[in-house]
């Protein structure tokens, strides 16, 4: 049973561990110095830096280990499900979960007050980075990358916190605490459940076993990131359920969020050459999102290109269908996903590059699969 009214007091709570660490930094005058530092952290195994203050290596510390209910073994399945779906998911991360997130008009306002927060290149980048880091093999342990990845962002959205709270222009007590933990949990099942909805709207199977693993791994992150563990049902189910309470019944319009959806489609047409197919990826947006969404955040509408992704749909469909028979159908309904992995991590604004780091694990499987994306100008090796 979800308790609406523990759910709404995460509108007023942070993250304390991470609060205190930013709050200690800023008044000290240390946070260039600790950010060039941990720039350079990046691996679960790596030595936490001796030149960093005390009061980070406490944190890093504290917050190094996965809780000790986390499930080893469910979170290996969901490993395959990702070697076998991973580019899939990534689709639907592109053309949807981005726009979901911008539908949530308090999001919204923080990205756009927030300077960097509101660039789509980024946004992308750092978003199917982490996800990718989540999902790499042994991500928790000594040969993941994971750790320092979520310890860095609980620090980056502290600091966002210290910021907007401190700049008059964010009233906690009508709007409450700027990047939430009920806003934490809202991004969580918008990269969760409703990634595996968008998957299946879009022919994707999914089975339930894997929606239900998938899901597990971000509950376990949930609780590194700082999340209550009770504010995180335990069955995807449950999580079905708390998304459309919390996060559907949130989604409406604001100008911040046709702005910034605005900015993302136009990231996303420059994959494309010319203007020809410039519809065809607001047709994807439409066809990976609830309608009333696609109209709030107003998405161009098009009746050629819909009918283009809903042929494109019946397509998939087909081809996974096929996939245990036809090594070409397989082939087909791959490479269409490393297209969009490939292409969104590639330079994509004046100057500016998306990297992505595949894990090594990830990139040798897809590889021999054939459908890694090859890295572009600009991408990581």
């Known amino acids: 049973m979800i308790d609406a009214a523990a759910v709404d007091e995460l509108k007023f709570l942070g993250d ?212 209550p563990v009770g504010a995180l049902p335990e069955s995807v189910d449950e999580a079905r359920e708390l998304s459309a309470i919390l996060v559907e019944a949130a989604y409406g319009p604001s100008p911040e969020g046709v702005s910034l959806t605005r900015d993302l489609l136009t990231l996303y047409e420059k994959l494309f050459p010319g203007k020809l197919f410039d519809g065809i990826v607001a047709a994807m947006v439409r066809q990976v999102v609830a309608p009333e969404v696609a109209d709030w955040m107003e998405v161009p509408r098009s009746r050629a290109w819909a009918g283009v992704a809903r042929a494109g749909t019946r397509l998939v469909r087909a081809l996974e269908r096929s996939e245990d028979n036809s090594a070409l159908a397989t082939r087909v309904l791959d490479k269409a996903g490393a297209l969009l992995l490939g292409g969104s991590v590639r330079t994509l604004t004046d100057g500016q590059s998306t990297t992505l780091d595949i894990p090594a694990d990830l990139r040798e499987r897809w590889t021999e699969a054939g459908v890694c994306p090859a890295p572009g100008r600009g991408d990581a090796t």
């Open 16 to 227: 304390p561990l991470a609060d205190a660490v930013v709050a200690d930094l800023v008044a000290t005058g240390r946070v260039g110095a600790v950010n060039a530092v941990l720039e350079h952290f990046r691996a679960n195994d790596q030595p936490i830096p001796g030149d960093l203050p005390e009061v980070v290596r406490e944190f890093l510390v504290a917050t190094d280990d996965p809780p000790p209910w986390a499930d080893l073994d469910r979170i290996a399945r969901a490993y395959d499900f990702f070697v076998d779906d991973g580019v899939h998911v990534a689709s639907v991360l592109t053309f949807g979960a981005m726009v979901n997130c911008y539908a949530q008009p308090r999001a919204s306002r923080v990205l756009t007050l927030t300077h960097g927060l509101n660039q789509p290149h980024r946004r992308l980048s750092e978003t199917s980075q982490f996800v990718m880091n989540m999902m790499g093999c042994d991500a928790f342990g000594r040969g993941g990358a994971f750790v320092p990845t979520i310890q860095k962002t609980r620090l980056i959205h502290a600091a966002v916190r210290h910021f907007l709270t401190t700049s008059g222009r964010w009233d906690v007590e009508a709007d409450g605490v700027p990047v939430c933990q009920q806003d934490m949990v809202g991004a969580l099942l918008i990269f969760s459940v409703q990634v595996v909805e968008g998957m299946r709207r879009i022919g994707i199977s999914v089975t339930e076993q894997e929606a239900a693993d998938y899901y597990y791994v971000w509950r376990v992150t949930g609780a590194m990131l700082g999340i």
